[in-house]
């Protein structure tokens, strides 16, 4: 059980930040294509998804797996969108994706005067606590291998 | 078109190595399901998040799809499919697989 990456865009598609705690395998590009990959492809598939959707949505796409990962997501009504990779054994972060916007976001970057947003988060205190709070998670489990 | 392009960016962009393309999408209101065969042919549903079974499903359609397209001699490879035997088996298996998932979703 174990969370793999996280992922912070902002509305303009920009990736705020990134750290990852248990990636076996990188994209095979540079992280600024990577990072434009991914929201490329969020924003595909959010735009397919309110297209095919049979019924109306309030909240749309939520989450995706494969055959051995599952990313979720996670978007705030500013535009900010949250993306967490984690293996196939937890079904819903949806929870944490909200706890880390409203507690660690919100209290570590927007109250702080000097982060402005918009630049990429830079806030030590906010990076710490984040990690903290993705260790404590009771499906994060670090690998020995 | 654009469908294939996402699923398989999405094992590119996986953590972990060896990993297939989507398999499944979730959102509040729908599930879509997306099978690939070895020859790339992607059969996809989209359901009720709460039906159970979809994989059942998958198989049983693409076993409707190897039977009544592929051995139907008028029907060529990559083209639309417009055989009878096909709606009508397609339209049964899926029958099964509603009044199932109903089962499921009450108990």
């Not at chain 1, 540079?30 to 909240?59: H, N, Q, T």
């Amino acid at each position: 059980m174990t969370v793999h990456n996280l992922y912070i865009f902002d509305r303009n598609g920009k990736c705020l930040y990134y750290n990852e705690w248990n990636r076996k395998k990188q994209a095979g590009i540079s992280k600024e294509e990577e990072y434009k990959l991914m929201y490329g492809m969020l924003f595909s598939i959010r735009s397919f998804v309110s297209k095919m959707s049979p019924l109306d949505s309030k909240e749309g796409f939520q989450s995706f797996q494969t055959s051995r990962y599952r990313l979720h997501y996670f978007e705030t009504p500013s535009g900010l969108k949250f993306v967490m990779n984690t293996d196939l054994s937890v079904s819903n972060a949806r929870d944490a994706l909200q706890h880390i916007y409203s507690n660690l976001y919100v209290e570590n970057i927007v109250k702080n005067p000097t982060c402005i947003l918009g630049n990429s988060l830079d806030s030590d205190l906010f990076s710490t606590r984040l990690d903290t709070f993705i260790r404590a998670l009771p499906y994060y489990n670090p690998r020995t291998t | 078109m654009l469908a294939s392009m996402l699923f398989a960016i999405g094992s590119q962009l996986s953590p972990e190595p060896g990993s297939s393309g989507i398999e499944m999408l979730e959102t509040d209101v729908f599930k879509l399901h997306c099978f690939q065969t070895l020859t790339g042919i992607k059969f996809i549903v989209l359901a009720d998040p709460r039906q159970a079974s979809i994989d059942a499903l998958l198989r049983k359609i693409y076993e409707i799809y190897a039977d009544f397209a592929l051995k139907n001699p008028f029907y060529s490879l990559e083209m639309p499919i417009r055989c009878e035997l096909f709606d009508q088996n397609l339209k049964s298996a899926l029958e099964i697989a509603e009044k199932a998932g109903n089962f499921g979703a009450g108990s």
